[in-house]
């Protein structure tokens, strides 16, 4: 699947797969999900250890206080539910209109970068933070990626599909640990 990925990385084009039976739409959308979580992880794992290393204060993350400010079932809702919805139809939906266009890998990419820069907004320290932007938004706009592949070949739902789970299994172990805490 990575090689696929790839593949319509150094080339992206608005080919869908076609006609594929729904278990194998579902191992695909399982294979990017775990590929994207051990990558992204590595990479959140690499530039937390670059600040620490650096002395840099990234601040707390927002995910933190919104287990402060609301119930678990509504940290749910918005953070595997809500979010996910909202953001495949503004970031990957509009592909749609570059489906025979020669700007689509344009507007793929920017999608992407987009997404990536969405998320500065969840480090409190953001705005200060913003020569550090590219690594601090690397794992979202990886993401990005993942999501418009399978956006382009097999359809927005999967796109909302994958982004749930990954944000699913996210808030799954979030969870873990605010429990712990």
Known sequence: MLKRLWS??????YLPYRK???LLRLKIVASLVFWNLIIGIGIVLLVEGLFQWLEIDMGKHKTEDMFLKYTYLQVFAMMVLLAPLIEEFIFRGPLIFFKR???FPIAFYLSCLLF???HLSNFEEGASLLWWAPLLVAPQALMGVFLGFLRVKLGLRYAILMHMSH???LFLLISLIELVE
């Open 167 to 169: 944000n699913g299994i």
């Open 8 to 13: 319509f990385c150094r080339k992206p084009e």
């Open 20 to 22: 594929l039976p729904l």
């Open 116 to 118: 990536g820069l969405v």
């Open 101 to 103: 266009s020669s700007f």
